[in-house]
Nanobody
Framework: QVQLVESGGGLVQAGGSLTLSCAAS????????MGWYRQAPGKQRELVAT???????NYADSVKGRFTISRDNAKNTVYLRMNSLKPEDTAVYYC????????WGQGTQVTVSS
């Protein structure tokens, strides 16, 4: 069964940091590019960061220089380290393949207070 389980969200003050984790099962994780997405209230889901099977990374302009995506193929887990958080980073964060083809997990809420 294909499953994605996100964790690590929470409430943090502006300027703070969080690290999100996403455990994947039911896929050949090491062969898949993975991505972190977010959806803020009233907005469409957007792609925040991606990491290829070869560990190449790419970021949305809004998070470049503040967020770092990484992966551990031995643990079938992808991470998102978020530094210098801003109120506009408040959203539910999801992981998926880079093409977003897996059924979405429940996400993890990140709330940044000003």
């Amino acid at each position: 069964q294909v499953q994605l389980v996100e964790s690590g969200g929470g409430l943090v003050q502006a300027g703070g940091s969080l690290t999100l984790s996403c455990a994947a099962s039911g896929i050949i994780f090491r062969l898949n590019g993975m991505g972190w997405y977010r959806q803020a209230p009233g907005k469409q889901r957007e792609l925040v960061a991606t990491i290829t099977s070869g560990f190449g990374t790419n970021y949305a302009d809004s998070v470049k220089g503040r967020f770092t995506i990484s992966r551990d193929n031995a643990k079938n887990t992808v991470y998102l380290r978020m530094n210098s958080l801003k109120p506009e980073d408040t959203a539910v964060y999801y992981c998926n393949t880079a093409s977003g083809i897996i059924p979405w997990g429940q996400g993890t809420q990140v709330t940044v207070s000003s």
